[in-house]
């Protein structure tokens, strides 16, 4: 069965090219001499991504090969204006990523709802030959081509926001978790990689406040390397404000699997450990009170882990808080019985609205620039048809005779 959940495409996009602007000269009974009256050449269409709340996926766009905009009209007699190209947009969800598919650069953004990002500009229309008139040149018989289209292949890459983000192995009990906190009804089952794609779910918390919380597919150790379902789906966490980590209670080492899965993250991309995090025990309704007392006394009173590079704190860097494991606060919970959810809630809503854990900037150069070595494979995959030659524009005054059309340059507005 085909998923309704689509994360990413490839499109070939194309702008307008400019209208021709025309060559006429007016001659006619009542006035043989009446001198040139060609039009401007009309603009070309332009691309723009827009973003839509209404779309969470990219499903729309997923057979959309080509979105080429209108040309142009070419200019006509009379001073007559040709007509502009309609301008194209793409609606996308918010959280979308464009990066071109040539060079894998990132190209832009679009976090919100109804923000407009210009992808391809349309080719401006060329002067008719009655903007060329001048005292010592009363009838041109030339006018000026339209710009040339711009085109790219780019790739959209969808990264879902929101503000919790669960990391765990299958099985941990992440979308009983959703399940339990919000509408949302993920697939639930007793057997790994039962969540194949991410899904969302709305938390209410106290006096009508909520807040998002992010159910991805597990990870298991060597994902970096593509085992399981590798890294594909991580690119939905970048996003988020806070990570929940999730680890069974009946675990034989938590810490253990807790670090392991901060490694895997630290593999994919590094700032995510500079997110703000919470580690929740699961499953606590196989554990007896006993027990569970134990493990919050050795989580909480043990030295934080040390990371590759030899840090104290993974987090921070530095000698993590009392109470905290590697950074992350620790609570015992069961989806199960909701023992434990209410003051989950409160960690995660504290967590959230503190100061230092806002997050700054959704998308930043640096944050990115781990993501071109990944996006580099689709550089050779479009053949190079040629490029249209750059025409420039410049001032009507400045051209005295046709001979100097020869060097046309355009004046950059």
Not at 190 to 216: C, H, Q, W
Not at 310 to 325: F, K, M, R, W, Y
Not at 392 to 409: P, R
Request: proline fraction near 4%; charge should be negative; hydrophobic fraction near 35%.
């Amino acid at each position: 069965m085909e998923s309704n959940f689509v994360d990413y495409v490839k499109i070939l996009c194309r702008s307008g090219k400019g209208g021709k602007g025309s060559m006429h000269l007016k001659h006619v009974k009542y006035n043989p001499n009446g001198g040139p009256d060609g039009g401007d050449g009309g603009k070309g269409g332009s691309i723009y991504l827009r973003g839509n709340h209404n779309y969470w996926t990219l499903l729309h766009l997923k057979y959309e090969r080509h979105i080429f905009a209108e040309h142009g009209g070419n200019g006509g007699r009379d001073k007559c204006h040709g007509t502009d190209g309609k301008d194209i947009y793409i609606d996308v969800p918010c959280g979308t990523v464009v990066y071109n598919a040539e060079t894998g650069k990132y190209v832009c953004d679009v976090t919100y709802n109804g923000q407009e990002v210009l992808l391809l500009k349309g080719g401006r229309g060329g002067l008719g030959n009655f903007q060329f008139r001048t005292a010592t040149n009363q009838a041109p018989r030339y006018a000026q081509p339209g710009e040339p289209m711009q085109e790219m292949t780019v790739i959209l890459e969808l990264k879902l926001l929101a503000d919790v983000g669960l990391v765990g192995f299958p099985n941990a009990g992440k979308s009983t978790l959703v399940s339990a906190l919000s509408n949302a009804k993920p697939k639930i089952a007793n057997y790994p990689f039962t969540t194949m794609e991410p899904s969302l779910g709305i938390v209410g918390y106290r006096d009508g406040k909520s807040f998002v919380m992010a159910d991805i597919p597990g990870i298991i150790e060597g994902a970096a390397e593509g085992r399981g379902l590798g890294l594909r789906f991580l690119r939905h966490i970048e996003r988020n404000s806070l990570l929940l980590f999730m680890v069974p209670g009946d675990t034989d080492d938590i810490k253990h699997e807790y670090e392991i899965l901060l490694d895997e993250l630290r593999r994919f991309n590094p700032e995510l450990l500079d997110k703000p995090r919470v580690l929740a025990v699961t499953k606590c309704d196989l554990l007896d009170e006993e027990l569970i007392e134990m493990l919050r006394e050795e989580l909480t009173h043990t030295a934080p882990p040390s990371s590759p590079e030899g840090d104290t704190n993974v987090l921070h860097g530095n000698e993590a808080p009392s109470g905290a494991v590697g950074g992350a606060t620790v609570v015992f919970i069961s989806a199960v019985t909701g023992f434990g959810l209410d003051e989950l809630k409160d960690v995660l809503w504290t967590e959230m609205n503190a100061d230092s854990n806002k997050l700054a900037a959704i998308t930043t150069t640096e944050s990115i620039a781990h993501r071109d070595k990944d996006m580099s494979r689709f550089a050779a995959e479009m053949a190079d048809e040629g490029e249209d030659e750059d025409i420039e524009f410049v001032d009507a005054d400045d051209i005295e005779d046709i001979d100097d059309l020869e060097d046309f340059e355009y004046e950059e507005e």
